[in-house]
């Protein structure tokens, strides 16, 4: 099945609520990634070979740039979806593995865990966001950025291991901020207004100087790895139909975005080595 194909499957299992029947399951655990964004909480169940089996979805600040900002709001959060999710599927899920921006603090790394841990998973893993969006992608050689709410994390791969990574302050949250400014509007109504499909020809051309500074910043990372010439793009910031478009004039690379971005990181993050012989 194509990587799109798994997106748009994913994506209609979130909107809809419904669960993959357990006879359609691969025989083994099944496996949690749990994706702590700026803007959005996203839970995804795999089963053993790695397809989706259900997901759910939050819109929440418990967490900045990578950074948990509201522990106990976190905890709460991801408990809640995680009892919603056994709820549908008839099963207790164990183990969960989460991700981070790049150079993130080891700080804010063990809090991102222990929110995992917290919410009564097995912690696995915690993987930075880009290589997990690699790993679902199945990129093994070229550049994976991922564009959040708060940070754009970029990551540079050669034969499947990650070579150079590196993360700005600079995603969503500042469209919304630009945005704000130049309607004069508060904050959610911007965020509302910017999510809104009818509004995107006007947004896109509020917020195209922040779309380019992320380009701008991709492009001078990448200066050092001139043989890369194809720069996935993934997050939930860079669903506008432009964003390639302006990413490719930036940068001068091929620049390829999938279907149903937000999901990426998510789904490559559920994707941890799982262990033989786990019951």
Known sequence: MSTDRTLRDFAELIRSGSVVPADAWAKGPLKVGVDLGTANLVLAVLDASNRPVAGITHHSTVV??????????????????????????????????????????????????????????????????????ARFLGVSDGAVVDVGGGTTGISVLKDSKVLASFDEATGGTH??????????????????????????????????PVVEKMASIVERFLQAHPDVDTVHVVGGACTFSEFESVFAKQTGRRIVKPAEPLLVTPLGIAMFPQATGDK
Not at 115 to 120: G, H, I, L, N, T
Not at 188 to 208: C, G, I, Q, S, W
């Open 175 to 208: 469209m919304t901020l630009v945005l704000a400014g130049a309607r004069g509007l508060p904050f959610d109504e911007a965020e509302a207004e910017k999510l809104d499909p009818a509004n995107e020809r006007m947004v896109f051309a509020v917020v195209r």
């Open 64 to 133: 900045r740039d990578g950074i948990v900002v509201d522990y106990i709001g976190a905890v709460r959060a991801v408990t809640a979806m995680k009892a919603e999710l056994e709820k549908r599927i008839g099963r207790p899920l164990l183990k969960a593995a989460a991700a981070i921006p790049p150079g993130v603090h080891p700080g804010s790394t063990k809090a991102i865990g222990n929110v995992v841990e917290a919410a009564d998973f097995e912690l696995t893993e915690i993987v930075d966001e880009p290589a997990a969006a």
